[in-house]
């Protein structure tokens, strides 16, 4: 009864290539998030959906291309991979209730371009 | 703009000491306030949080007071184990527009030592 989950969880490749992961949701929430978390471990928002609209697209290189099929999915999709893209990326989501928006995330996909 | 300012690590503590990590905030209006843990290899995962003025967040020994004077949530436990080892992470939402936004601290790594 996993509520966020990422695929794949390790994902190795070569630069220039290109990659995708893939985040599903069963919480019902509608709103879902790509954030990446770097060697010192600060998390930096790339992009968030909402009812499958892009409603935060960060400083990001159009590299990165986010994909919403559904309210339960948010997909990354990563073209001509670069050393520096290797961190962790973490998929999230959330509900509005009352005034408190916490976020449930994923357990992360480790990105290694070598 | 928002922001959350948490002190830095890392910190490292024996085993039954009594742990503090500062938060500090600035955000307009009346922003809820989160602690949110990752242990090591995993994502992150809510700790507790607090949506008013002195409202107080408890979970698993660890308790932080929401203190609008100061724009403090600072993270406490009494008496910290060996599997309290991970990264803290203090964030809020503003509230308005935006507010399913969380806006991190740059994290405090501790670690409890037997």
């Known amino acids: 009864d996993t509520a966020v989950s990422q695929t794949p969880k390790y994902l190795v490749t070569q630069m220039g290539n290109d990659k995708s992961i893939k985040c599903e949701q069963n919480l019902g929430h509608d709103t879902m998030y790509w954030y990446k978390q770097d060697s010192k471990k600060f998390l930096k928002i790339m992009f968030s959906y909402n009812n499958k609209e892009l409603i935060i697209n960060e400083t990001v290189p159009n590299r990165f291309s986010p994909k919403s099929p559904d309210k339960a999915h948010l997909n990354l999709h990563i073209n001509s991979l670069e050393l520096g893209d290797s961190a962790v990326y973490f998929c999230a989501s959330s509900q509005a209730t009352g005034s408190s928006y916490e976020q449930y995330f994923g357990p992360g996909t480790r990105l290694t371009v070598t | 703009g928002n922001s959350v300012t948490q002190m830095e690590g890392p910190v490292t503590l024996s085993e039954e000491a009594f742990l503090t990590i500062n938060c500090t905030y600035t955000a307009t209006g009346y922003p809820s306030l989160f602690w949110y843990v990752q242990y090591p290899g995993e994502g992150l995962q809510l700790l507790l949080k607090?949506?008013?003025?002195?409202d107080k967040g408890s979970n698993k020994g660890f308790e932080a007071t929401y203190r609008k004077e100061t724009t403090s949530f600072h993270l406490e436990k009494g008496s910290v184990q060996v599997s309290d080892s991970a990264v803290y992470f203090c964030?809020?939402?503003?509230?308005?527009?935006?507010?399913?936004?969380?806006?991190f601290g740059k994290g405090t790594k501790l670690s409890v030592i037997p």
């Open positions: 607090a949506t008013k003025a002195d």
């Open positions: 964030a809020l939402s503003a509230t308005g527009a935006g507010s399913y936004q969380l806006t």
